[in-house]
C-alpha cells in the first residue's frame, strides 16, 4: 500500500504539460513517416548501425569522423529491430524518434526552469516542434545530430540545476555524437561555475571533468580491451584535427544561408527570431546591476556564452543545415524569453492566449512539413537494389564508394573501412593506405566485386577511374547512386541488369 502511495506522490509531481508536448511530437513525426529517402550520410549512420548489431564496434567497419554513439545508438535500434522481426532501418529511425521526442520534454523543463515560467517552456518547445529540420531527421535517420541535441539540452539543464558531475555526464555523451560540441557545451557550464560560484569553483570542474570522465573512459576501455583503441583515436581525434576539410560561414555565406533556407524552410524565421531574441536578452543581463544578478542571470550568462562559442564553430565549419542543431536549444530558449518579457507588460490572460496561438501556429507549420514530405523513397530504393540483386548471384558483393545504401539494404559489409573520400579523407587514404589513394583503386581491382555503387554525384574519382575501365560497365544510375558491374558477369546479364535500373529509377527523390 505504501508503495503505492508513493508512486501516487511522485505521479502527482509530474508536470503534465510534459507527456503533452511529447505526445504532440509523437504525432508530429510519425505523420513524416520512416520511409524517407535514404541519402548518402544517412545511409553511412544506418551502415555503421548495423555492423554494431552485427557485433562490429563502431569505426571497426567504416571510417567515419563523427563520434562513436553516431554509429551505437542507430545500432541499438537495430539490434530492437531485429528482436521484434522488424526492418532495421525503420527500427533505427524510430529508435532516434524517441530521442528527438525526448528532447522536447526536457526543452520544456530546461525553459520552464531557466525562466521558472510554464508558458517559457511551451513557447520554447513549440519553436522546436515547428521546425522542419528537426522534423526531418527525427523520423527519417539516423543521424547524429538529433542524439546530440538531446544530450545537450540535457546538460543544459544539469548546469541550470548546478548539477556539475551530471552535466559533464551529458557534456561527454554529446561530444561522443559529435565532436565540436564540446567547446560549445563547456562554455556554458565554466561561465555558470565562474560567475555562480563564489567558492568551491574549482571543486565544481572538477565535478563537470569527472562526470565526463565516466562514458569517455568507457568507451576508450571498451576500445582498448578489443584491440581497436588506434582506430578510434584515428576517426574520434585524427582526421578532424589533421585531414578534415570545411566551408564555414565566413568562406561562404549565401551558400550557408541556402542551405539553411533550403533545410529549414519557413520554420528558418522561427530560428532566426529565437536567435535574436536570446541575443538581446543577453546583452539586456550583462547591463543588469551587480546587486541584481541572481541565479536566472548566471543561466542568461551560461546559455549567451554557448550562443557565441557556436557562433564561432559556425564561423570556422558549417557543412550544411543539421549543423545548426547546435544553436537549437539558445534560439528555443529565446523564444520562451520572449513570453517572460511580453508576461512583464501584458496581462497573464493575453500572454497565455498568446503562447496558445504560437504553438498552435508552429505545430501547424511541423505538421504542413510533415504531411507533405512524407514519401516512400525508402521502399522504392529497398525494390530497385533487390531487383538487382535478383540477376546476379547469391554471393554477389557489392564495393561502396561514396554510396553505402546499398549496402544497408542487401545487410552487406563493405570490402574495406573506407566508403567516404570527400572533405579531406582522401587524403587520410593517401597516407595509410599502402600506395594512398591509387594504391586503394588498384585493390579494389583486385578484389574485383561485382557492383560498384558510386555516389558523389555520378563523378569518377581519379584513382577508381583505371579499375573501372579495365573491369567494368557502368549499367545506369538508380536513386541515389551509379551502378557499375563487372563485365564478368556477361554480356546479357549487363543488357539486363541495365533493363531492370532504368525501369526502376524514380527521378523524383525529394
Not at 562490429?56 to 571510417?63: D, G, S
Not at 566551408?247 to 527570431?273: D, E, K, R, V
Not at 558483393?397 to 544497408?408: F, G, K, M, N
Not at 575501365?469 to 541488369?497: C, E, F, H, M, N
Amino acid at each position: 500500500m505504501s508503495l503505492v502511495l508513493t508512486a501516487r506522490r511522485r505521479l502527482a509531481h509530474v508536470d503534465p504539460l510534459v507527456p503533452a508536448l511529447c505526445a504532440l511530437a509523437t504525432v508530429l513525426y510519425v505523420l513524416h513517416g520512416f520511409d524517407g529517402y535514404l541519402s548518402r550520410d544517412l545511409g553511412d549512420y544506418a551502415y555503421g548501425g548495423q555492423q554494431v548489431a552485427e557485433g562490429v564496434p563502431p569505426y571497426v567497419a567504416v571510417v567515419n569522423r563523427a563520434g562513436p554513439l553516431a554509429h551505437l545508438i542507430p545500432g541499438v535500434g537495430a539490434v530492437l529491430a531485429q528482436w521484434v522481426g522488424a526492418d532495421q532501418v525503420v527500427g533505427m529511425r524510430v529508435f532516434l524518434m524517441l530521442f528527438a521526442i525526448a528532447s522536447i520534454g526536457v526543452l520544456y523543463v530546461l525553459a520552464r526552469d531557466l525562466f521558472r515560467s510554464r508558458l517559457a517552456g511551451v513557447a520554447a518547445a513549440a519553436m522546436l516542434l515547428g521546425c522542419q529540420g528537426f522534423i526531418a531527421y527525427a523520423s527519417d535517420g539516423p543521424r547524429e545530430k538529433t542524439s546530440m541535441v538531446l544530450f545537450l539540452l540535457c546538460a543544459m539543464l544539469a548546469t541550470v540545476h548546478r548539477r556539475w558531475l551530471t552535466a559533464g555526464f551529458f557534456i561527454a555523451l554529446s561530444t561522443l555524437c559529435w565532436q565540436p560540441v564540446f567547446f560549445v557545451a563547456m562554455a556554458g557550464t565554466v561561465t555558470a561555475i565562474v560567475l555562480g560560484q563564489s567558492t568551491g569553483r574549482l571543486r565544481a570542474v572538477v565535478r563537470v571533468l569527472v562526470g565526463g570522465a565516466i562514458p569517455s573512459a568507457v568507451t576508450v576501455g571498451a576500445y582498448a580491451a578489443v584491440g581497436a583503441l588506434g582506430i578510434f583515436m584515428d576517426d574520434f581525434v585524427l582526421i578532424n584535427a589533421r585531414y578534415t576539410q570545411q566551408t564555414s560561414l565566413i568562406t561562404n555565406p549565401w551558400a550557408a544561408l541556402s542551405m539553411l533556407a533550403s533545410g529549414y524552410g519557413p520554420s528558418l524565421a522561427f530560428f532566426l527570431i529565437g536567435l535574436v531574441a536570446i541575443t538581446v536578452l543577453w546583452v539586456r543581463a550583462l547591463r543588469r546591476p551587480k546587486d541584481q544578478r541572481d541565479a536566472q542571470w548566471v543561466d542568461l550568462m551560461a546559455v549567451g556564452a554557448l550562443l557565441v562559442a557556436g557562433f564561432v564553430w559556425s564561423l570556422k565549419a558549417f557543412n550544411g543545415f543539421p549543423d545548426a542543431f547546435i544553436m537549437l536549444p539558445p534560439a528555443a530558449l529565446g523564444i520562451g524569453g520572449l513570453v517572460v518579457v511580453l508576461a512583464e507588460r501584458v496581462p497573464l490572460r493575453k500572454v497565455v492566449i498568446a503562447t496558445a496561438v504560437w504553438t498552435v501556429a508552429t505545430t501547424a507549420v511541423g505538421a504542413t512539413y510533415a504531411i507533405s514530405t512524407r514519401n516512400h523513397a525508402l521502399d522504392d530504393q529497398r525494390a530497385s537494389v533487390q531487383a538487382v540483386m535478383d540477376v546476379l548471384p547469391s554471393d554477389a558483393r557489392i564495393l561502396s564508394v561514396e554510396a553505402p545504401q546499398p549496402l544497408v539494404l542487401t545487410h552487406q559489409r563493405n570490402l574495406s573501412r573506407y566508403q567516404q573520400f570527400g572533405n579531406g579523407l582522401l587524403e587520410y587514404v593517401d597516407d595509410t593506405w599502402p600506395g594512398g589513394s591509387e594504391g586503394y583503386g588498384r585493390w579494389v581491382g583486385r578484389r574485383h566485386p561485382t557492383l560498384i555503387a558510386l555516389g558523389n554525384g555520378g563523378v569518377v574519382p581519379s584513382w577508381l577511374a583505371p579499375t573501372l575501365d579495365g573491369g567494368y560497365q557502368r549499367v545506369g544510375t538508380t536513386i541515389g547512386w551509379d551502378w557499375y558491374a563487372s563485365k564478368d558477369v556477361g554480356p546479357q546479364t549487363l543488357q539486363t541488369l541495365q533493363k531492370v535500373v532504368k525501369d526502376t529509377y524514380i527521378p523524383e527523390v525529394p
